[in-house]
């Protein structure tokens, strides 16, 4: 189990990567008439959208079929983070 300090430390860090797009109607009426399968697949997908996001990421990559942003696996995501680290190193 991890002690409360150690919790905080690691959603911290976990945010400073994040954007957190407020839900609007405007997302949830471009959700709504999205063709895809789950609506709150949908929810996320404007939501990326709306920011124009360059990745999303989920283990649920099927129901993002007809995305326009880039949608990856949390692996596929890690692997990029680290690619771009060694040519960041490389510069």
């Known amino acids: 189990m991890v002690?409360?300090?150690t919790a905080r430390?690691?959603?911290?860090?976990?945010?400073?990567?994040l954007h957190l797009?407020?839900?609007?109607?405007?997302?949830?009426d471009h959700a709504?008439?999205?063709?895809?399968?789950?609506?709150?697949d949908n929810i996320q997908l404007a939501s990326a959208?709306?920011?124009?996001?360059?990745?999303?990421?989920t283990r649920n990559k099927k129901d993002f079929d007809t995305s326009k942003v880039t949608v990856l696996t949390p692996e596929e995501w890690l692997v990029l983070q680290e690619v771009a680290a060694l040519?960041?190193?490389?510069?």
């Open 3 to 5: 002690d409360e300090t």
């Open 21 to 28: 797009e407020p839900l609007s109607q405007t997302i949830l």
């Open 87 to 91: 040519e960041a190193k490389l510069i």
């Open 9 to 17: 430390a690691d959603a911290q860090a976990i945010l400073k990567g």
């Open 49 to 57: 959208e709306s920011i124009s996001a360059s990745h999303l990421i």
């Open 32 to 40: 709504l008439a999205s063709a895809g399968p789950d609506f709150e």
